[in-house]
């Protein structure tokens, strides 16, 4: 059995004592692949990802600018995103969207950051991988505006919604992903999401360090408990831990390595 943590933030602070340890325990856990978030601090450092991708060949990158960051944005952050698109490594644009929560970033800077990288990822080719918090009706406005159906694809990552808006995101092509919320006491409406997610539209992640799935709730997470949500998210679907992880690892790379089930 082998796994991929489609999403954790490798780069963080929270890592700095014990990345190459944490790395390797993921390793050791079954974890066959990770997908390193680019978006670090925000600009105009992009390449927070790529430097860990080019440190580890089990690593991929992902590079985009969070909506926390969108402030940050300036003419002079599209021309090397553009370029860090066709880095070997780089799988994806994201995380990218729109957080309403925290409202780091204006949320017009947020709207318009966001529909410049969904343009910057169709014209790369590149799947998209989405952030959103307490702004559904926006995001699906801005991807129904600026994202076909028939485009490259992608992910919501740490799905957080229902199933209503799970089937929404499914009707328009996303693969969606969850996390240690699948675990949480709390976690029903997500659960009932992961119900209604078709096998071959799954996949799991960390989001490492944050959310940490039960037993480590309240801890930092690390790519190796991809484990634990890998399981209850088996348990869910009713069908083994063995069956679960080779169906999320195949929709990864098939839709961010572009591998046919053929190859693998």
């Given at each position: 059995?082998?796994?991929i943590?489609?999403?954790?933030?490798?780069?963080?602070?929270?890592?700095?004592?014990?990345?190459?340890?944490?790395?390797?325990?993921?390793?050791?856990?079954?974890?066959?692949?990770?997908?390193?978030?680019?978006?670090?601090?925000?600009?105009?450092?992009?390449?927070?990802?790529?430097?860990?991708?080019?440190?580890?060949?089990?690593?991929?990158?992902?590079?985009?600018?969070?909506?926390?960051?969108?402030?940050?944005?300036?003419?002079?952050?599209?021309?090397?995103?553009?370029?860090?698109?066709k880095?070997?490594?780089?799988?994806?644009?994201?995380?990218?969207?729109?957080?309403?929560?925290?409202?780091?970033?204006?949320?017009?800077?947020?709207?318009?950051?966001?529909?410049?990288?969904?343009?910057l990822?169709?014209?790369?080719g590149l799947?998209?991988?989405?952030?959103?918090?307490?702004?559904?009706?926006?995001?699906?406005?801005?991807?129904?505006?600026?994202?076909?159906?028939?485009?490259?694809?992608?992910?919501?990552?740490?799905?957080?919604?229902?199933?209503?808006?799970?089937?929404?995101?499914?009707?328009?092509?996303?693969?969606?992903s969850?996390?240690?919320?699948?675990?949480?006491?709390?976690?029903?409406?997500?659960?009932?999401?992961?119900?209604?997610?078709?096998?071959?539209?799954l996949?799991?992640?960390?989001?490492?360090?944050?959310?940490?799935?039960?037993?480590?709730?309240?801890?930092?997470?690390e790519?190796a408990?991809?484990?634990?949500?890998?399981?209850?998210?088996?348990e869910?679907?009713?069908?083994?831990?063995?069956?679960?992880?080779?169906?999320?690892?195949?929709?990864?790379?098939?839709?961010?390595?572009?591998?046919?089930?053929?190859?693998?």
């Amino acid at each position: 059995m082998s796994l991929i943590d489609t999403h954790c933030h490798l780069d963080a602070a929270a890592f700095d004592d014990d990345r190459e340890a944490a790395i390797q325990r993921a390793r050791d856990a079954g974890v066959e692949l990770m997908v390193a978030i680019g978006s670090g601090d925000g600009p105009p450092d992009l390449e927070a990802g790529i430097r860990l991708a080019e440190k580890y060949d089990f690593i991929y990158a992902t590079i985009g600018v969070h909506p926390h960051d969108a402030a940050k944005a300036t003419e002079e952050t599209w021309l090397p995103l553009t370029a860090f698109a066709k880095h070997p490594k780089v799988v994806a644009i994201g995380e990218i969207g729109l957080d309403y929560h925290y409202d780091f970033s204006p949320r017009e800077a947020q709207r318009a950051v966001f529909a410049r990288q969904l343009e910057l990822a169709r014209e790369a080719g590149l799947p998209i991988v989405i952030h959103t918090r307490e702004a559904w009706d926006d995001t699906m406005l801005l991807l129904r505006k600026h994202w076909p159906v028939s485009g490259p694809g992608g992910i919501f990552h740490c799905f957080s919604e229902g199933p209503e808006q799970a089937r929404q995101v499914l009707g328009l092509g996303f693969h969606l992903s969850y996390s240690g919320i699948i675990t949480f006491p709390k976690g029903d409406n997500v659960r009932a999401a992961l119900v209604e997610t078709p096998l071959d539209r799954l996949l799991v992640e960390t989001d490492a360090p944050y959310l940490a799935p039960v037993p480590w709730r309240g801890k930092r997470n690390e790519p190796a408990y991809v484990v634990e949500t890998a399981k209850k998210a088996a348990e869910i679907k009713g069908v083994s831990l063995e069956q679960l992880a080779a169906a999320a690892s195949a929709n990864w790379k098939r839709l961010c390595l572009q591998e046919t089930a053929k190859d693998g």
